[in-house]
Structure formats: structure tokens, C-alpha cells
């Protein structure tokens, strides 16, 4: 098969494209990503090293998924499961869009073992304090000011 000018598959090429085995690329890097798209060519998917995928945007890597299945994302070097870093505040945020601004929040990050409830750290605006719950139940930390 015969690729256009710039050597870009055309919609009409995609479509009857069957290939019999595997379809290889170049591995790219983060500046110049294998995938990448027509007008934002810094943006994509490249093969970091071997057996590692990385997303990339504006020529940097954003994200990583390692050999392990380990995803970082801003790491490129992931040591658990999912691995996020920042060098100003690396945080996870929880919102909960359907609410409403003042109402009660009730959100909540549950931790399993073996498929199990293990535990949870919520933040309740009801009660007005932060909770460790475990299967017994809530386990309160309060300071005063």
C-alpha cells in the first residue's frame, strides 16, 4: 500500500487497510511522538523504551505505563500501580459536579484487599470533619485550634 504526500494514511486507505500481522512504527519520543496528529505533531504516543508507552504534550511526557502495567503520570519512572508526581502539588482531586456549591460533601476514597472493603478516608461538610472509617466503623482525628 502507497502512502499520500507526508506519508499520511488517508480515511479512505485506513478504511480498506487489513493487514495480515502486526503493524510497526518508529518508536518515536516525546518531542516527535510515533502517533501524533495533522497541526500538533508534539502531541501523541511514543514507545519511551522497551515495552513502555508514553503520552506526551507540547514535546513533553505527561504519563507513563511501564513493562509492569505501573502508571505514572508525571514520572517517568513509576514504582506502584498508579504514581503521580509534581514538583509543586501533586494531588488528586475529587469533585463531585452534581452537587451543590454549600451542600453537603460526602467524598470518599475506599481502599479494597482481596476484593474487600478494607477501609475508607472521606470528607464529610455535614459533620464538618475529615474521617477514617474502617469496617467497624468511623475512627475520628480532630484538632483543636
Do not use: C, W
Amino acid at each position: 500500500m502507497a502512502f499520500t504526500a507526508g506519508n499520511v494514511l488517508t480515511a479512505a486507505q485506513l478504511n480498506t487497510f487489513s493487514p495480515s500481522g502486526s503493524i510497526l512504527n518508529a518508536t518515536g519520543s516525546a518531542a516527535a511522538p510515533a502517533y501524533a496528529f495533522t497541526g500538533d505533531t508534539r502531541t501523541g504516543i511514543s514507545a519511551a523504551t522497551a515495552d513502555t508507552l508514553a503520552f506526551s504534550t507540547t514535546g513533553t511526557q505527561r504519563m507513563t505505563i511501564d513493562s509492569a502495567g505501573e502508571v505514572g503520570i508525571g514520572t517517568t519512572s513509576p514504582i506502584v500501580p498508579l504514581h503521580i508526581a509534581d514538583g509543586t502539588s501533586a494531588a488528586i482531586i475529587l469533585d463531585d459536579t452534581g452537587g451543590t456549591k454549600g451542600a453537603a460533601i460526602d467524598s470518599r476514597v475506599k481502599f479494597f484487599a482481596g476484593g474487600v472493603q478494607n477501609g475508607t478516608v472521606g470528607y464529610a461538610s455535614g459533620a464538618g470533619i475529615m474521617q477514617l472509617l474502617n469496617n467497624d466503623g468511623p475512627i475520628y482525628i480532630q484538632t483543636d485550634d
